[in-house]
Structure formats: C-alpha cells, structure tokens
C-alpha cells in the first residue's frame, strides 16, 4: 500500500509546479459592433477548429442577456453565468464541454439583470477567470452586439479583438465605430479583422481594404487581416443540425476557413505581462509566485 502521506505530498508538489508555471492563455475577444454579422459562428467553429488542432479551447459567452451560444451547439445547461453573479455556483461549475471538444462558458438569455450588469459585476466575471486551475490554451469571448459597457469591458480584457465585418455599409461603420473607441481608451488593443460571409479571397480583402484605410487615416492605425469566411450552403445546414461545420462537413469551403483562422490564431504568442487595467487570466500573468507561495503554505 502507498503511503498516503507521500501520495499527498507528490500532489502537492504537482499543484504547486502547476500554479509556478502557468501555463500561458491567449485570450481573443470576438465582436463586430453591429448585430447579424456573424460572429457568433465564427467564434464557436473557431473554438471548434482549435480544439481540433489539440488545443484546449474555451469559449466565454459575453452576450450576457441575450445568449445562444448553447443553443448553435445544441448544449443543454442547467447553469449559467447568472447562476455565478448570484453566487449560488462557482465558475467551474457552469462549464460544458461540446461534442468537438470546445468549452463553453454560457450566459443566460432574456435576463435584464444579466443586460445590465455593472462595471464591478463586469470586472468581477474577468476576474473569476484567474482562478481557474483546468488547462486553457485559447479563451475566446464572444461580445454582445453595439457599443455597450460589457462590449467595451469585455474587449479591453482580451489581448487581441477579432472585428467581424461583412459587405453591409453598416457593418464597417460600426466595426470603425467600435475600433475607435477601443482604441481611444486602451492604445494597446491590437486588432484583427475577418470577413465574413463573402464571395471569395478579393471580396473579403477588398472589405478589410475598406476598413483599414478609414483606420489609418482617421485613427493613425491599421488592424491586421486575418482572413475570409465564404458564403456556404455547408454552413448554413450545420446550424439547423445546432453543431459546427468543421465537424459536420470538414471539406467545406468554409470549415477549411475556419481551419485556416484558427492556424492563424494558433500562432500568436500568448501575454506574458499586464497591460495595465483589468484583463483575464491577470494572476496568472503577474502573479504567479505569490499564489504558489499560498498553495505551499496551506
């Protein structure tokens, strides 16, 4: 028989080597300003093609009052985000792990107190993710539509914001709109655009094209390209199926996007240092000796 005492002492040892040596989390905010661009699929078959690359993907779902993230994955949760602002559940307690491998983080829909919350329920959310012991590679965070405070708060706390955008002159006014702000208020955001829902390569370049130029002349600064997601008939059948399509039809034109996006996503390093104000994962990024030195001495 082992001695539990060494048993115990080994896992301690593990926890702590763990806690030391985080391990480093690209967090990606996904939004658009406007509604109906899309990018709530985007953020779940990225999910999805990251998980299928071996990496250990979570996807936060940030539109807090009017969720759907469950539903597109056809996910039945008994707890949500709601459940944790009230304190009757922990963080780890509402996660669910989809048929692709993704976790999903989910909110809850048709909640005024959840449309509402305020700057320290915001700030309190992010922070509750630096807790979080499970391996996490990529965390992706799909925003609500518009320009409201969770938008804003939740996109500052990533490291990197993808902008939806696709061919509606509403679509680039509101995504320059929401990259203006942005940027007005934390100068470090880097931003990546993807365009969604197009008849090819030149069309989804040309709208970046659009974009950037506005950026550069107005802002001083110009969003990287980080690709085109294609009209698809293949996408579409996925969501009446509630799954995504780089599981359902792989060979797609638009899953072979989406796997390109998340090679893409797959290459940017990871933060290593605080930015200044609130971000996800901060204890893991400033303060990981002073919580292994908690753990050693409890």
């Not at 990251?50 to 779902?61: C, E, F, K, V």
Request: include cysteine; charged fraction near 20%.
């Amino acid at each position: 028989m082992r001695d539990l005492t060494l048993d115990q002492a080994a896992g301690l040892r593990r926890m702590t080597a763990a806690v030391a040596a985080p391990r480093p989390v690209k967090v990606v905010a996904i939004t658009g300003g406007k509604g109906g661009v899309g990018k709530t699929l985007v953020a779940v078959n990225l999910g999805a093609a990251l998980a299928q690359l071996g990496r250990s993907a979570m996807l936060l779902d940030a539109d807090l009052g009017l969720a759907n993230v469950d539903v597109l994955l056809g996910l039945h949760t008994r707890l949500n985000l709601e459940h944790v602002v009230s304190g009757e559940c922990a963080l780890e307690d509402v996660i669910v792990t989809a048929s692709s491998g993704l976790r999903v983080v989910p909110a809850s829909s048709g909640s005024l107190t959840m449309a509402t919350l305020g700057a320290a329920q915001h700030a309190g959310l992010i922070n509750a993710f630096s807790q979080l012991f499970e391996p996490v590679d990529v965390l992706l965070i799909d925003t609500a539509a518009g320009l409201g405070d969770g938008v804003v708060t939740f996109s500052e706390a990533a490291q990197r914001v993808v902008v939806v955008v696709c061919d509606e002159p509403a679509s680039l006014t509101d995504a320059y709109g929401l990259i203006k702000v942005l940027n007005r208020r934390q100068a470090s955001c880097r931003f990546d655009v993807v365009a969604n829902m197009v008849d090819s390569a030149a069309h989804g370049r040309a709208l970046y094209d659009k974009l950037a130029r506005v950026c550069d002349r107005f802002l001083g600064i110009r969003p990287s390209y980080c690709g085109h997601i294609p009209h698809d008939e293949y996408l579409r059948q996925a969501v009446r199926r509630q799954a995504t399509v780089v599981e359902t039809h792989p060979s797609s034109p638009s899953a072979r996007a989406f796997a390109r996006l998340a090679a893409a996503v797959d290459q940017w390093a990871p933060a290593t240092g605080a930015r200044g104000g609130i971000e996800f994962f901060m204890e893991r990024l400033v303060r990981p000796s002073a919580q292994a030195q908690e753990v050693v001495t409890q």
